[in-house]
């Protein structure tokens, strides 16, 4: 996990806050990930970055804002968000540049909790 | 559309038996397929894959995974558990080209008693 890093690894905040989370991966990858995790749901994709560009928004709400400045780093940001909300974010990264790897590797999660 | 399906919530398992967590998976064209853990409070750490070859792939910490085209499955072996293996196991499928996205299962929670 230290190839992937997160912070901050719990956050709590109000529904009137703005926070942010930042993910930095250190394997040279190209591609990175913002998932959301659930209690008793499957892994849900919210948006993918290759080569700092978004490639996908998996219709996320606009409360979230992702920002991709460079391959390494990519930051999720909140606000006005609703209890609802309240999750694990999972940030991933992967070699899309490469021939023979297709495994995400992610990092350890910040648990967020929105009161 | 790609999916995947894991029939399990939990699987129970007594430490020295065989474990076998289940995942059948539906995506066009030939599949990309991943088995994962998770650990508490832990991000998802891959434990092996399958793009091509032989069927039975071999991955971390003893676990391997039986790739059945005709079945559509890649069900997650181990010949003996170890406490230390309980957590939840996600299987994940992708088509594998260019950008292409992981479709994850819900996930299996392996209770590997002593």
């Known amino acids: 996990e230290t190839g992937v890093t997160q912070t901050p690894r719990h956050l709590v905040m109000g529904m009137t806050n703005k926070k942010s989370l930042k993910c930095e991966q250190h394997?040279?990858?190209?591609?990175m990930y913002w998932y959301k995790q659930s209690a008793k749901k499957p892994l849900e994709l919210m948006f993918v970055?290759?080569?700092?560009?978004?490639?996908e928004n998996n219709s996320v709400p606009s409360r979230f804002s992702p920002e991709c400045p460079n391959s390494s780093h990519l930051f999720l940001h909140l606000h006005t968000l609703q209890p609802e909300d309240s999750a694990l974010y999972l940030c991933?990264?992967?070699?899309?540049?490469?021939?023979?790897?297709?495994?995400?590797?992610f990092g350890p999660g910040t648990r967020l909790t929105v009161t | 559309a790609q999916s995947v399906a894991q029939p399990e919530d939990q699987v129970n398992v007594a430490e020295g038996n065989p474990l076998t967590v289940k995942c059948t998976y539906s995506?066009?064209?030939?599949?990309?397929l991943f088995w994962y853990v998770q650990y508490p409070n832990r991000g998802l750490q891959f434990l092996l894959k399958?793009?091509?070859?032989?069927?039975l792939v071999k991955g971390s910490y003893g676990f391997e995974a039986e790739f059945n085209k005709s079945q559509t499955s890649f069900h997650l072996k181990k010949p003996s558990a170890l406490v230390s293996d309980s957590a939840l196991y996600f299987c994940?499928?992708?088509?594998?080209?260019?950008?292409?996205?992981?479709?994850f299962g819900k996930g299996t929670m392996l209770l590997v008693s002593p």
């Open positions: 991933a990264s992967r070699d899309t540049a490469g021939s023979s790897t297709y495994e995400q590797y």
């Open positions: 394997l040279g990858h190209n591609a």
């Open positions: 970055y290759n080569f700092k560009e978004q490639t």
């Open positions: 995506v066009s064209g030939n599949p990309y």
């Open positions: 399958y793009i091509t070859g032989d069927n």
């Open positions: 994940a499928v992708s088509s594998g080209s260019g950008y292409s996205t992981l479709t």
